[in-house]
T-cell receptor, first 108, second 118 residues
Framework: GQNIDQPTEMTATEGAIVQINCTYQTSGFNGLFWYQQHAGEAPTFLSYNVLDGLEEKGRFSSFLSRSKGYSYLLLKELQMKDSASYLCAVRGNTPLVFGKGTRLSVIA | GAVVSQHPSWVICKSGTSVKIECRSL??????MFWYRQFPKQSLMLMAT?????????EQGVEKDKFLINHASLTLSTLTVTSAHPEDSSFYICSARVTSGRAVYEQYFGPGTRLTVT
């Protein structure tokens, strides 16, 4: 079976750094994705990891440890517009399977 | 990046009627498209995988006779919700996987269709 866990909600302050964790158990592994989704909109692609390590892309970084079945998304210099749901998704031997998402609220 | 469009963006229909949702890849060819459903405050749930020129593969628990999927061309897949009921009210999102010439690991999402069945 496949299982993806991430925290339901997080709150952080504008300008701060926040780390959103994701653990997964899948049949096979062909990459881990992070998506951002604002309410009522479709997800937008943020990052992709298939090898262990850190991928940095501007204010967003994503880390993967395949042996631990663990990833995190790091958001720096938080802005109010970063308030959204962040979805961890894993491609095993099937199409993308999504976690339930972490709703991030950025406060002033 | 690749663009996926959906039409309509929202639809309200009466119980018992059928609704068709179109998903188009605008600047690339997609041999595989995926249909997801998302209920409020829940994550995306894969409904089916649509392959051009062949029958769709449905996930467990998804009625293939109720959710008809047609992928007649490399740029168009349609989802028809037949005999819709209020419990079918949801946000339906399609995505397309890029084929040769681009990074094949990415799925691009359409903007979604909000279906409300009254």
């Amino acid at each position: 079976g496949q299982n993806i866990d991430q925290p339901t909600e997080m709150t952080a302050t504008e300008g701060a750094i926040v780390q959103i964790n994701c653990t997964y158990q899948t049949s096979g592994f062909n990459g881990l994705f992070w998506y951002q989704q604002h309410a009522g909109e479709a997800p937008t692609f943020l990052s992709y990891n298939v090898l262990d390590g850190l991928e940095e892309k501007g204010r967003f970084s994503s880390f993967l440890s395949r042996s631990k079945g663990y990833s995190y998304l790091l958001l720096k210099e938080l802005q109010m517009k970063d308030s959204a749901s962040y979805l961890c998704a894993v491609r095993g031997n099937t199409p993308l399977v999504f976690g339930k998402g972490t709703r991030l609220s950025v406060i002033a | 990046g690749a663009v996926v469009s959906q039409h309509p963006s929202w639809v309200i229909c009466k119980s018992g009627t059928s609704v068709k949702i179109e998903c188009r890849s605008l600047d690339f060819q997609a041999t595989t498209m995926f249909w997801y459903r998302q209920f409020p405050k829940q994550s995306l749930m894969l409904m089916a995988t649509s392959n051009e020129g062949s029958k769709a593969t449905y996930e467990q628990g998804v009625e293939k006779d109720k959710f008809l999927i047609n992928h007649a061309s490399l740029t168009l897949s349609t989802l028809t919700v037949t005999s819709a009921h209020p419990e079918d009210s949801s946000f339906y999102i399609c995505s397309a996987r890029v084929t040769s010439g681009r990074a094949v690991y990415e799925q691009y999402f359409g903007p979604g269709t909000r279906l409300t069945v009254t």
